[in-house]
């Protein structure tokens, strides 16, 4: 391996300001905090020392999270919460900022409830508290970065939250891993960097921005030269060097995107020379995985090593990202001519089905840049979500010796040794990857990550940009991905005859609760046909037929799911709706399947044809939009997927996932007409009204935006004639 060069260094920088940076500024002290048992101290240190304004911005911020697990004697509370609180109202003229992502109710089951009411921000005048969530649609504000009297500033990849304390040694079923509700989690690592001087009071401008986009507020920037809130208990690991700040910003409200970060990972894995270690939770990212694939198959490319989790944090991360993970290590496995590259995962002895959680974000390039901060090597961190990374690139061998004893330091706590140990290997061994291989076998060891996923997981996601967007996803587009245009007339006039079938409906309830078919069929009647259904045995087996024959005769199943849920109520109605629709979608599908695609030719010609083609081409995605916006009968549709042969999997998946939300609000409006018409007291009729209203704008907007979509596709097909 190559000696540091400080005149090559010099001459070929990589970071420039205005292209892969924001800015560049000096720090007289920088340290990598390892672990939040070294970051959370840290911070709870440098946060007792401030005296004029502490700046939090974070992806998921919890007033629970304990900075410290044992005793302290500095009088205040171990919660961040109430750490907080006591903070400010303990410190003249502090005042604390709190900027946290208004989060996707997708990952609402872990995080805090209310946070606005939990922390107390409103009853305190120095504490300020706001959700942020500007920005585009499916993007998150995923910044994690604390700034103190714009002298301290820390970023990484590790949140004010639950689920983030651990140690280096990672211990199996240590019992300081554990929710505020006693639930354990698993292991996880990760990497923050601290920085002061000029480079923490340019990130002070960074959250400052931050907080006036969210909350319309601007706030001034005082002359805090007197304060130095440094924790004294850490050393600084690099001294006197300038920091680069990259960003990720997408376009949004007129504003331009910045793709700084993206530039940054490019222009560092392009000037790569001996060596380049990453580790992060992804690596999905379509440019970075390119060029990587590139490089390593140039002659003489750098060892990549990549230290990963094994596996992700639930069903939906192992069914999408670890499938576009598989996807690029295939690629990069073909790639790999000269052995060079390596991806890993660590593990300890007694974790059993538990892995640890490697949550960091970090590049490390030769002995000569480092990269840590809050981007993942997923696509949407490159352009989607907002994110924040810092990065040190050496210009003299301190620095250097430096950047090579982080990555040496992370080495070693994964390997289970000493950092002389893991020094002396790669040296001995003169390259990274066979230092690594000599020190693996320990109790706490790096083990090969295969990565594999079964073809089936495989078949069954779409394209990356679908899964993991680099850009903000136009909605027009992604429609016109996915419903072929011939399709939405038809689309428009299904929604309509539901819509007139709904009001018929109606009509008829209330021609029987104020007219003459009152008199024909009184409500104990109705009420006496219900419960005999319900008295028969075998009532399941019975429904299911009913809907057998519904499907094989074409009757609208949207009319079948009302009746049930009339006869049977709203929550056995809605459980015999979605297994009746399910098993009848199971049999003409079967159908579709035995007759082929004569069948489909039959049934309604070139239309018919493109809807088999799109839904073989489309798979899962084309069933959940076509059970979402209805582009032909069930029955059709049912056949039609047969005979295009689509796999079943999808084609069940996309029938549960898409015939849900339509069940339950036909469900749920049927049980308020019924409730409405038998009682209809001023609280069952709001509730009808309100359920109609709803199934009517969702409805009325699907129609209005499929025929603007129509009308624009026309003028686009005309205008673009010769």
């Known amino acids: ?185 698993p292991p996880v690592h990760d990497v923050q960097m601290m920085a002061d001087g000029a480079a923490a009071a340019a990130l002070g401008v960074l959250v400052r921005e931050r907080w006036r986009l969210a909350t319309g507020c601007e706030l001034g920037i005082g002359n805090h030269a007197a304060t130095d809130p ?98 690029l290590l295939r690629r990069l496995r073909a790639a790999d001519r000269y052995r060079k590259f390596r991806i890993y995962y660590p593990h300890c002895e007694g974790l059993d089905e538990q892995c640890i959680n490697v949550h960091s974000k970090l590049m490390v390039v030769d002995d000569r840049l480092a990269l840590v901060g809050s981007a993942n090597l997923n696509n949407r961190s490159m352009g989607l979500d907002t994110e924040c990374n810092l990065a040190v690139e050496a210009t003299d061998a301190e620095t250097a010796t430096a950047i090579a004893g982080l990555r040496n330091r992370l080495l070693a706590e994964h390997l289970g040794v000493g950092t002389d140990r893991v020094e002396q290997a790669i040296r001995n061994e003169g390259s990274l990857i066979r230092g690594i291989e000599s020190l693996r076998g320990n109790a706490h060891t790096l083990r090969h990550l295969e990565g594999e996923v079964s073809p089936e997981a495989d078949a069954l996601l779409p394209q990356a940009s679908v899964v993991d967007p680099e850009a903000p996803i136009d909605p027009d587009r992604l429609i016109d991905e996915l419903i072929p245009v011939e399709h939405r007339p038809s689309a428009r006039k299904r929604i309509t005859a539901t819509l007139s079938l709904l009001a018929a409906i109606g009509a008829l309830a209330a021609a029987w609760r104020w007219g003459p078919l009152h008199d024909w069929l009184d409500k104990e009647t109705l009420i006496s046909v219900g419960r005999t259904f319900q008295r028969i045995p075998a009532t399941p087996v019975w429904v299911i037929g009913a809907y057998i024959i519904a499907a094989l005769t074409a009757i609208p199943i949207t009319l079948v799911i009302f009746v049930t849920a009339v006869v049977f109520g709203p929550t056995s109605g809605f459980v015999y709706a979605i297994l009746g629709s399910l098993i009848s979608a199971s049999l003409t599908f079967a159908l579709g399947q035995v007759f082929g695609r004569d069948l489909v030719r039959r049934l309604g010609g070139s239309r018919l044809n493109t809807l088999s083609r799109w839904l073989r081409h489309r798979g899962l995605l084309a069933m959940l939009t076509v059970r979402l916006i209805p582009v032909a009968p069930f029955t059709v549709v049912n056949l039609v997927a047969g005979a295009s042969h689509i796999r079943f999997r999808d084609f069940l998946l996309g029938t549960i996932f898409g015939m849900v939300p339509g069940t339950l609000a036909i469900t749920v409006f049927s049980d308020r007409l019924a409730a409405a018409v038998h009682h209809p007291s001023p609280v069952n009729i709001a509730l009808l009204v309100g359920s109609a209203i709803v199934i009517g704008t969702a409805a009325f907007a699907t129609y209005r935006w499929l025929r603007r979509r129509e009308v624009e596709n026309a003028a686009c097909a005309g205008g673009s004639v010769g």
């Open 1 to 185: 391996m190559r000696t540091f060069d400080a005149h090559e260094n010099v001459e070929n920088r990589i970071l420039r300001p205005g292209s892969n940076c924001w800015r560049s500024a000096h720090a007289s002290r920088v340290s990598f905090l390892i672990d939040s048992s070294a970051y959370f101290p840290a911070l709870r240190e440098a946060a007792i020392r401030a005296r004029h304004a502490i700046f939090i911005v974070g992806w998921d911020i919890d007033s629970r999270t304990k900075l410290v697990q044992d005793g302290v004697n500095d009088g205040f509370p171990i919660q961040l919460g109430d750490f907080l609180k006591s903070l400010a109202d303990h410190r003249r003229g502090l005042e604390v900022y709190i900027l946290n992502w208004d989060f996707a109710m997708l990952y609402a089951a872990g995080r805090e409830v209310l946070p606005i009411y939990t922390l107390g921000w409103q009853s305190h005048r120095h504490l300020h508290f706001y959700l942020d969530g500007r920005h585009p649609v499916g993007a998150s504000h995923h910044q994690k970065i604390v700034v103190i009297d714009d002298a301290v500033a820390f970023v990484g990849g590790m949140d004010l939250a639950q689920e983030r304390w651990d140690t280096p040694d990672h211990e199996p079923n240590a019992p300081y891993r554990r929710r505020s509700n006693g639930q354990a989690y």
């Open 230 to 327: 440094w924790p004294p208990s850490i050393a600084p690991d690099i001294r006197n060097v300038d920091i680069a700040i990259s960003r990720t910003i997408p376009r949004f409200n007129g504003a331009g995107e910045i793709l700084e970060l993206r530039q940054l990972y490019l222009d560092a894995i392009k000037s790569a020379k001996d060596t380049i270690y990453i580790e992060n939770q992804y690596l999905t990212a379509s440019s970075i995985g390119s060029l990587l694939e590139f490089r390593l198959r140039q002659p003489s490319p750098p060892e990549v090593v990549v230290v990963s989790r094994l596996t992700g944090g639930g069903w939906l991360e192992q069914t999408t990202m670890e499938v576009l993970r598989a996807r």
